[in-house]
């Protein structure tokens, strides 16, 4: 596995809330753009809590939507790449970011698609 990255998620979505998401994707990804998702559900919604398990899951990419300026700073001081402010589908996202093609502040798939 060469890339790991991790999104809160709200259903199907990107959460709009970093610190609010009770859920996450964590994703493995391939060189060859093969993935596979891992879904971890949180014991409390706490954007700490979910700094932490981006550090000690070795995480290298955080897509997320709206995000409060010390976070995103953090995990950018730790070098973890930060998309921000992305909207939609996560799954969605994924394939983007894998294809080069994911940006901060994209809408991404149709909402609600699986």
């Known amino acids: 596995m060469s890339r790991k990255i991790l999104i809160p998620l709200y259903g199907h979505e990107v959460a709009p809330r970093f610190d609010l998401a009770s859920e996450a994707a964590i994703v493995s990804a391939d060189h060859d753009g093969t993935w596979e998702k891992k879904i971890v559900v949180l014991a409390q919604v706490s ?68």
Not at 86 to 113: D, R, T
Request: neutral net charge; hydrophobic residues 35%; charged residues 25%.
């Open 47 to 114: 954007a700490e809590k979910l700094c932490h398990m981006i550090l000690t899951k070795d995480v290298d990419t955080v897509i997320c939507g709206g995000i409060e300026d010390q976070y995103y700073q953090y995990l950018n001081w730790k070098r973890i790449r930060v998309y921000d402010s992305v909207i939609g589908s996560w799954k969605q996202g994924v394939e983007q970011l894998l294809k080069n093609k994911l940006y901060p502040g994209a809408i991404v798939g149709q909402q609600g698609e699986n």
